[in-house]
């Protein structure tokens, strides 16, 4: 359009000077002064016609569109309420990425930027040497943290002093360094030793050290764990441990995770025993059998474990069978009933692993027990051996024989003077007889003569039974 306006305008300028001239040669004679003046006059117009073309020219040429500038937040940190923070920014525009990093303490600012000439560009931190001793002290703690888990795990199935675990952890330094310089926080003063903040998040519910552990388990790279096992365990026990570790949400196979399982020979770390946990679980189970029908002050229980040696026997037993045979003994005072004797033969095999095959033993002695002085007895077990025997006697008056058996069945665990034990077994005899259960009654009065050889009275009662 422009340049068709131009050439209409070039050929009108033409027009006119062509006829400019011939008037100009007409009176040419008669100035010649007027012919230089619209020569002037013509140079000129071709002139500021010749800028305006070129200006419209310039004029239609479009700018070319600037590219929009795409930012990424890699990093951001805050505290105090955003007081204090560090934030990294990536630019890129076309080819060209900036990085900038933004840091804030209280008032003072600043604003780095730096080009990135790379596509693999890599930010290299120098760690100080206190930063570097925090997060070796957090790894450590992770470690450790782990193998305390599974020392718990195996503590449920095993004896604490026959096995022992080691984890080794494989990081990847890089990631690690990352999580790590993540979580230091911008206040830290690296000069003191750094306090765990184990307090739970209002919010989530979740520990620090809880969040600390979750982001170290990116940086893992794998986790060798190694049990040492005491010989005197059963293979079985080994077998279970094989599987039982593997199946824990910390195990991953196909990052490279292990478990190895050895065989040694442990010391013996608290007593000549040397399975002082399997005692003590033997130990209180027996216990917990005898008190509910002996008085705890009238029992004592030991029990010893110890190897079996080596035979034929041994070598061709299974690989469930434990090469640990157990001896188990309990003294009983004089007063309890004989009838306990021959319970306690049936009811320990059963209450505990017992294997008379594999040497397991069990020996139950009598001992005359010293009497207790009158201090030890409380004044709730003097009321009710006094309850006791009042109601057994009131029993006997109204015939109501059974229940005269159960109360003193409850006196015998109250009671603690010999005298007292005494009576109510001579009333337990009596009420046997009336019930026609002669050979209880028998057996009892028997007992309560060898107890006391001078008691005539129930030397005459066995004199009329016999």
């Known amino acids: 359009m422009v340049k068709f306006r131009f050439n209409n305008l070039i050929k009108f300028l033409a027009i006119i000077c062509s006829g400019i001239k011939l008037r100009v040669e007409k009176q040419y004679k008669k100035s010649c002064k007027l012919y230089d003046f619209f020569t002037v006059f ?32 890699l990093f951001n940190q805050e505290i105090d309420g955003g007081k204090n923070s560090v934030s990294v920014i990536e630019e890129t525009q076309g080819n060209k990425r900036l990085l900038r990093v933004l840091l804030q303490r209280a008032e003072l600012k600043s604003d780095l930027i730096q080009p990135i000439d790379s596509p693999n560009f890599v930010i290299a931190v120098p ?6 001793k925090i997060l070796t002290l957090q790894t450590a703690a992770f470690e450790l943290s782990l193998k305390l888990n599974i020392d718990q795990l195996l503590s449920r199935y095993l004896s604490p002093e026959r096995f022992n ?48 552990d979750h982001e170290l388990k990116e940086a893992l790279k794998s986790v060798q764990i190694s049990v040492l096992l005491d010989n005197t365990l059963p293979e079985t026990q080994e077998q279970f441990l094989k599987k039982l570790i593997p199946a824990q949400e910390f195990f991953n196979a196909d990052r490279g995770d292990t478990v190895a399982v050895e065989r040694t020979s442990f010391p ?37 474990f110890s190897l079996i040696e080596n035979n034929e026997q041994t070598e061709n037993a ?13 003294l009983l005072d004089d007063t309890v009933l004989p009838e306990v004797d021959e319970f306690l033969k049936e009811a320990v095999p059963l209450a505990v692993n017992f294997d008379k095959s594999r040497g397991d033993r069990l020996e139950i002695i ?28 009131e029993a006997f008056q109204t015939g109501d024989y059974v229940s005269g058996l159960e109360w003193a069945a409850k006196g015998l665990r109250v009671a603690v003077k010999r005298s007292d034990k005494i009576f109510i077994m001579k009333m337990k005899g009596s009420l046997h007889f009336l019930l026609e259960e002669k050979e209880e009654a028998l057996e009892t ?5 060898r107890l006391d050889p001078d008691d005539e009275e129930v030397r005459q009662m066995l004199n009329n039974l016999e």
């Not at 800028?51 to 930012?71: A, F, Q």
């Not at 299974?318 to 309990?330: A, C, F, G, V």
Request: aromatic share 6%; hydrophobic share 35%.
């Open 165 to 212: 675990v080691s984890v080794v952890i494989n990081w990847d330094k890089k990631l690690l360094q990352e999580v790590q310089l993540k979580n230091i926080p911008l206040n830290t003063d690296l000069s003191k030793a750094r306090i765990e903040d184990d307090e739970l998040d209002d919010e989530s519910g979740i520990s620090e050290s809880a969040k600390r």
């Open 366 to 393: 009598r001992k005359a027990f010293p009497e207790r002085a009158e201090d030890s007895v409380s004044p709730e077990q003097r009321t009710a051996l006094k309850d006791y025997r009042a109601k057994i006697l």
């Open 445 to 449: 009065w028997e007992h309560v003569q």
């Open 127 to 132: 760690l100080q040497d206190a930063t570097s």
């Open 318 to 330: 299974p690989p469930s069978s434990s090469n640990i045979k157990m001896e188990i003994n309990i």
């Open 42 to 73: 013509i140079l000129c117009l071709f002139f500021l016609v010749s800028l305006n073309s070129c200006t419209s020219t310039e004029e239609t040429v479009e700018p070319e569109p600037e590219l929009p500038i795409k930012k990424k937040v």
């Open 268 to 304: 013996k770390p608290f007593s000549d025993s040397i399975a002082p946990y399997e005692e003590q679980i033997v130990r209180r189970k027996l216990t917990e059998l005898l008190m509910k029908y002996v008085a705890k002050t009238d029992f004592v229980v030991n029990v010893k």
